[in-house]
Nanobody, 116 residues
Framework: QVQLVASGGDLVQPGESLRLSCATS????????MSWYRQAPGKERELVGS????????RYVDSVKGRFTVSRNNAKNTVYLQMNSLKAEDTAVYYC?????????WGQGTQVTVSS
């Protein structure tokens, strides 16, 4: 059974940091490109950042470049999203996503709220 369990979401103030984790099981994690998406109320889900299967390359949406970092630990089957200098506009439900050719899986989401 495939599982992607995201955690680490919280209510924080602007300028603070959070680290999200997505623990996976049921598929060969090290072969999959992993991504984080987010969806704010009333908006479409958007790609935040992705990391290649070996962790050698990452890419980000412009709005988070320099503030967010995607990383992975293939020994722990886990992908992370380090979020620094959080802004109110980062408020959203964050989802992890795994893709390998025609196979893809979504996590259940974790809420991040940035508010003073």
């Amino acid at each position: 059974q495939v599982q992607l369990v995201a955690s680490g979401g919280d209510l924080v103030q602007p300028g603070e940091s959070l680290r999200l984790s997505c623990a996976t099981s049921g598929f060969t994690f090290r072969y999959y490109v992993m991504s984080w998406y987010r969806q704010a109320p009333g908006k479409e889900r958007e790609l935040v950042g992705s990391i290649t299967k070996d962790g050698g390359s990452t890419r980000y949406v412009d709005s988070v470049k320099g503030r967010f970092t995607v990383s992975r630990n293939n020994a722990k089957n886990t992908v992370y999203l380090q979020m620094n200098s959080l802004k109110a506009e980062d408020t959203a439900v964050y989802y992890c996503y795994a893709i390998l050719m025609g196979r893809h899986y979504w996590g259940q989401g974790t809420q991040v709220t940035v508010s003073s």
